[in-house]
Structure formats: structure tokens, C-alpha cells
């Protein structure tokens, strides 16, 4: 017992030993990467590295005062959820922003918050080292519609549910609890004036409009299926103008291919959701969910961006037999063949796809997971949509790639993804802006000069 308890002391010691003299904190510190291979895109390149101001650098000149040996480990960008609504509840803050981190996510896009939750948060975030978010903050949408009537449920400390309960419909429709906060409500064109200053005064990254439904949208108003529906066309036409004369970006949520037909006709290119997302609810009739070849190459013409949001495909295949919800899982067998392939035909169309969950309590490995299930991309197709998902999210950066100049970014894995996609779960090392982020980073430093 004594003889452990010295040997401990002993590498305790070691370990201060080789950090005397030099600071601890990677911050301040050059570092040559060593003895990795390096994803490009195509492939796994050995290559050394040198990371100085948070930039990577190729040059076999470069000075350096400490040494990483990666022993032959692989090294990728970092990952982005594109479609989340996390970082939009405090009490779940230090839980969820851990989880990203293990899982390797560094960025994320808000799609809808709680401006107020914003103010709360925001000095967590967006610095160096730490995750990087953009917000939306509220979506817009028209009284009645999604997410008006889901935010008002809740806030009546309601279950979505009661929002098909023909007893407490009226109460949640006269709601404005979380109006001007998480949604704004814009039931016409001259609405939109009068809610235009406030919207653009909270400075968002971008804009979520909610188009659910659009050609249906008048007879589900008419019989009160609230959260079924969003902005009218007229409605949609003038943001996008508005938009273009702002220079700010659009994303658009869309429930059919109507709605994303009607979206294209309005130049919006990014996209929240693919038309029938997780196989539209329930038992749905998934041919009339497949988008048209014509439609398609539109689209790619218009170089759109999808994020397809498979993961609520497993949500979507429950049934409700009037007390309790079970998973039907012939019905989820069914939706996961028309979601592979629809993936595969946006692959064939050249789409660009992003990843994200679009949820508020759990991080990209969901939606990585279910995506792995459905089977429609290579392990080389899958890292590169996982890797490059950063640099839709912010595009005027050098990031979701580990090119000679770049910001150093990136994971460390224990194997090859290319051979086995679920090493992206074995992450042993994690850098931000050049800043290991692993507390036990000391176990890979080999060399203070």
C-alpha cells in the first residue's frame, strides 16, 4: 500500500517536474502536433504541425516550445449542429454545453430562443476556447401557428398536447405570454412594420420564419388546428424582401413540398428541415413527401443548404392509443427506407446538408446516431457533412478544415473513421482556437523546451 501511495506521489512529482518553469495553460504556448494523420477532406495524411496564436501552421521551419505526440492518432475538424434550440434554458446550460463538448461539437446555430434567456447566457459563449453560437432568437410566425401555440402551451404549464384538446385550444390561442421573446406574431403584410424594428433591434444572426403548410394554411386556421400552420406567402414574400435589402439570412421551417416549392420561388436557401422530415407524423402518406426531380435541380441550381433532422423520425413513429405512447417499429422501418432514399437522391442532386437535432435537450450524437442508422452516406460522405456543417454556420470563418492557416480546431480520435464511423466517439483529445480543452491534456504534452 505504502509502495503505491510513493509511486503516485512519484508521478505526481514527474508530472511538475516537466511543467517547471513553463506555463500550464496551452494559451500562451506554441505546440507542435506530431506523429498524427491529418483529414483532408479525401483522406488521412501523416503530418506534424505547428499551432501558434490559435492557427494552425504546415511549415517544417516553424518554432515551437512544446512538443504533442498523437502516436499515429487521427485528427479532424470539429463538429456544428445546425439546427438546435439549445442554449435556450439556464438551469440545462452547464449540462448540455458539457455534452457538446464531449461529443466534439464546437458550434451551433439557435433556431428560436427566448431572447431573455439570451441576455442570461450570452457572456458564456463565443469567446476563445469556448462553443460558438448563433441566435435567431424569436422566429416568426402568425397567431395560432408553430411555435406560438407550443411556447404558449408551456407557458400555461401545459403538455404539447394540449394543444389538439379542444378545451384549452382558445386559452392557448389568446396567449402572448412569450410573444415579442421567443416569437413574433405576423398575421399580415402591414404587421410586419410594425414588428420589423423589434425584430432587427436584438440583432440576430439570422431570421427563422415558419412555413408550415402554406397551401392548406387558411382551412386549418378556419378550423382552429393550431400549431399546424405559420406565415402566409404574402407575408413570406415581403421578409425576403426585407431580408435582401438587410443582408441578413434566412432559414426556413417547412413541413411539406409545397412549402418548400413556395420557399424556393422566394430565393430562401437554407432550410431547417427537409419536406417531410422524420416521415412526417404518424402513419403519413410518404409519396406525397418526395420532392420532384425538376424541384430538386432547382434547388441545387439555387445552391441551397438542407439540414434534414432525421432523428425525429423515431418520435414521429409513436402511436397514441388514447392513455399511453408506444413506439410502432415497422412504422419507423418504413419512414427510415423513404428518409434513405431521399437523402440519397439530394447526395445525387449535389444538396448541400447540414447536421442538427432541432431539440432543446439533447446534442448532435442524437441525430449522428440515428443518421448512421439510416444508411445513406459513406463513412467518408458522413465526416465530411459532420466537419464542414461549422463553416455553413459561420461562413466568413477558416474553420471545418485543417488547412495551413486555419484555426486550429480540431479532435483527436483513437482510430480511423473512414474504417469505423463510431470512432468519432472515441475523442481523446479536443483543441479550440488552439486551447486544449482536455483538463487531463498533461498526459499527452511530452516536452517543454
Known sequence: MIYFKNLILLSLFIIMMVFAGCDSSTKSKTIKYSNGYVFNGVSFEEKSFVVKNGELNYSLSAKFDTIVDLKNKYIIPAFGDAHTHNFDDV?????????????????VQVLTNHYS???????????TGKI?????????????GHPHSLYESQALNYSWRAM???????????SKLKKDDAYYLIDSVSDISKNWGEIMSKNPDFIKLYLSNIVDRDK??????????????????????????????????????SDFEIALKHNIKYFAHMPGYGGGIGDTKLEELVIPDSLLEKAAKNEIVITPTVSFAKYYAYKWDGTNMSLDTLLLKKKYAFLRRQLIRFKEANITLTLGTDQGFTTL????????????????????ILTTTPKIIFPDRKIGELKNGYEATFLVLNDNPLENMNSIGGIILRVKNGIILDKNFQNVVQQCI
Do not use: C, M
Not at 139 to 144: H, L
Not at 164 to 174: A, F, G, M, N
Not at 224 to 243: F, R
Open 365 to 384: 450524437a442524437e441525430e449522428i446516431n440515428d443518421i448512421k442508422q439510416i444508411n445513406a452516406f459513406s463513412n467518408l460522405e458522413l465526416l465530411n
Open 91 to 107: 438551469a440545462k446550460f452547464d449540462s448540455i454545453y458539457k455534452a457538446y463538448i464531449d461529443e466534439g461539437t464546437f458550434y
Open 132 to 144: 460558438e453560437a448563433k441566435f435567431a432568437h424569436g422566429g416568426i410566425t402568425s397567431t395560432g
Open 220 to 257: 386549418n386556421i378556419e378550423n382552429n388546428n393550431i400549431g399546424s400552420y405559420g406565415l402566409s406567402e404574402d407575408v413570406l414574400a415581403k421578409i425576403a424582401e426585407l431580408a435582401q435589402e438587410n443582408n441578413i439570412r434566412l432559414i426556413a421551417h417547412i413541413e411539406t413540398v
Open 117 to 127: 434567456n439570451y441576455l442570461r447566457l450570452k457572456n458564456s459563449l463565443n469567446t
Open 164 to 174: 389538439l384538446d379542444p378545451t384549452k385550444k382558445d386559452e392557448i390561442l389568446s
